[in-house]
């Protein structure tokens, strides 16, 4: 469906029934429509269709190779980076179609990402944080001190760093270099967070940290996390999308997916028979 006919069916919508249009409207923060992506000859994708809520933290689980990074990295347009990777069908974020607009750098500023493994830059603890807004022109040294702080607080790690701002962020443990990470990820001020399993190299104590600090986030961001670990999934997401072979077999509230889930192929994964 093109842009021109969604938003002709929303204003519609918005004339014949205001009461069922206010019940959904501000729950999808990110809308995918009939996505296909593929590299080069080869499919990864498939006719991908979900909305993502609000505000609230949404998994993706399934086999390793399924498509779950390829489908993240649509959010924000990272795979525009491959070469020969080709797409078809809609993302809508907040009504606009990010294939649609050339503003890349606006997108990931509003839709940022937390990988695997630590990526911080070889500076210190406040330069990695400081980096984005400085990027962004922000010059005001008091300013700055604010944005560091928050994004330090926001990312539960202020009062384990703050003495220590000016070191190497390289010195912190893993566990605490992913929530720098996350920390400059939300100095950025962004809406959404995109996570590709954050904590698959962390030990299980920073796991749980980086686990609480996500249930926390999630009450000022839209988070889309994927992950391997069926406990995580379970413990802190509200919906979870099993993705087999480039397509999501089953979509649905986390305590639906783990608990009753309407496909045998999601049941199979999740009891743990495959993957
Ligand atoms: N840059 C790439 N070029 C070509 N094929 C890729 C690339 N990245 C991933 N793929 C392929 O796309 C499929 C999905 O991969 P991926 O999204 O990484 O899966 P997952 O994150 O679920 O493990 C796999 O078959 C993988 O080999
Ligand atoms: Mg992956």
């Known amino acids: 469906m093109s842009i021109a006919v969604l938003e002709r069916n929303t204003e519609m919508k918005e004339k014949v029934m205001p009461m069922m249009t206010e019940q959904l409207a501000g729950t999808a923060k990110i809308s995918v429509k009939y996505l296909d992506l593929f590299y080069g000859e080869k499919q990864a994708l498939?006719?991908?269709?979900?909305?993502?809520?609000?505000?609230k933290a949404t998994a993706l689980i399934g086999p390793s190779g399924c498509g779950k990074s390829t489908f993240l990295r649509t959010l924000n347009r990272m795979n525009d980076l491959i070469d020969g990777v080709k797409i078809n069908g809609n993302i809508i974020i907040d009504n606009e179609n990010i294939y649609q607009s050339n503003d890349v750098i606006k997108l990931r500023t509003k839709v940022g990402m937390v990988f695997q493994k630590p990526n911080l830059f070889p500076m210190s603890?406040?330069?990695?944080?400081?980096?984005?807004p400085r990027a962004q022109g922000i010059k005001s040294k008091k300013e700055l001190n604010q944005i560091v702080e928050e994004s330090l607080r926001g990312a539960a790690i202020w009062d384990e760093v703050k003495d220590r701002l000016?070191?190497?962020?390289?010195?912190?443990?893993g566990g605490q270099q992913q929530r720098v990470c996350i920390a400059r990820t939300i100095a950025m001020r962004p809406e959404?967070?995109?996570?590709?399993?954050?904590?698959?190299a962390l030990d299980p104590i920073s796991?749980?940290?980086?686990?609480?600090?996500?249930e926390k986030l999630k009450k000022d961001y839209t988070i889309v996390i994927v992950t391997h670990n069926m406990q995580q999934a379970a413990r802190m997401s509200?919906?979870?999308?099993?993705?087999?072979?480039?397509?999501?077999?089953?979509?649905d509230l986390t305590d639906n997916i783990f608990s009753n889930p309407k496909d045998q192929r999601t049941e199979d994964y999740v009891t743990g028979r495959f993957g």
């Open 238 to 251: 509200d919906k979870t999308a099993f993705f087999l072979n480039g397509e999501i077999v089953e979509y």
């Open 125 to 132: 603890i406040y330069d990695n944080v400081a980096y984005g």
């Open 166 to 173: 000016k070191s190497s962020a390289l010195g912190l443990s």
């Open 207 to 214: 796991t749980l940290k980086v686990e609480e600090l996500i």
């Open 46 to 55: 498939h006719e991908i269709s979900i909305d993502i809520e609000e505000k």
């Open 192 to 200: 959404i967070i995109l996570m590709d399993e954050p904590t698959s």
